[in-house]
Antibody, heavy 124, light 106 residues
Framework: QVQLQESGPGLVKPSETLSLTCIVS????????WSWIRQPAGKGLEWIGR???????NYNPSLKSRVTMSVDTSKNQFSLKLSSVTAADTAVYYC??????????????????WGKGTTVTVSS | SYELTQPPSVSVSPGQTASITCSGD??????ACWYQQKPGQSPVLVIY???KRPSGIPERFSGSNSGNTATLIISGTQAMDEADYYC?????????FGGGTKLTVL
């Protein structure tokens, strides 16, 4: 079955750029949406954004100015960059596979496979 | 921006039925899904498209969505169901999560 694994630095300095990669194994990255979600310690989930294998993206409006996502189908992986980080960006970052479609007039989007998450701390 | 509201906590006795609500403007006109998250673990999808269960999810998990409220129902709640539960929907090209509900089985 498909498995996701996040990787990247666990510590990032304030004002710098957080960079994470999610490697997809056990299946093809093609024809799916791939998402990033984060969770500060003791708090709820926050959707960061998603990217389709064509490169099309949707970002959370609250983070849009700082977020860039990319996909590398040849390596079966996708990436997240978050610029100008502050302590408020300290969180566990998850990657996930998004399933989408339309039934009748309703659009659905949910994440059926999640990575184990990686902790990123923003501190000098 | 669109918001989903969940009660912070719900308590249930073992064997009883637990109901967790998720409220949002005209949520019934969207599809809702639910994730279960146990401490130190990644979220797991338990309900999608309002009331469908992924493979491997016990039948005691069910869902509904109408009007402004989606509901996750756990029948015959077991101790292993104690976890945080999050609803999620899609609005204006954005994924939106509820704030989460801690389900306590006592």
């Amino acid at each position: 079955q498909v498995q996701l694994q996040e990787s990247g630095p666990g510590l990032v300095k304030p004002s710098e750029t957080l960079s994470l990669t999610c490697i997809v194994s056990g299946g093809s990255i093609s024809s799916y949406y791939w998402s990033w979600i984060r969770q500060p310690a003791g708090k709820g989930l926050e959707w960061i954004g998603r990217i389709y294998t064509s490169g099309s993206t949707n970002y959370n409006p609250s983070l849009k100015s700082r977020v860039t996502m990319s996909v590398d189908t040849s390596k079966n992986q996708f990436s997240l960059k978050l610029s100008s980080v502050t302590a408020a960006d300290t969180a566990v970052y998850y990657c996930g596979r998004g399933l989408v479609g339309t039934v009748g007039r309703y659009y659905y989007y949910h994440m059926d496979v999640w990575g184990k998450g990686t902790t990123v701390t923003v501190s000098s | 921006s669109y918001e989903l509201t969940q009660p912070p906590s719900v308590s249930v006795s073992p064997g009883q039925t637990a109901s967790i609500t998720c409220s949002g403007d005209k949520l019934g006109d969207k599809y809702a899904c639910w994730y279960q998250q146990k401490p130190g673990q990644s979220p797991v999808l338990v309900i999608y498209q309002d009331n469908k269960r992924p493979s491997g999810i016990p039948e005691r998990f069910s869902g509904s969505n109408s009007g402004n409220t989606a509901t996750l129902i756990i029948s015959g709640t077991q101790a292993m169901d104690e976890a945080d539960y999050y609803c999620q929907a899609w609005d204006s090209n954005t994924g939106v999560f509820g704030g989460g509900t801690k389900l306590t089985v006592l």
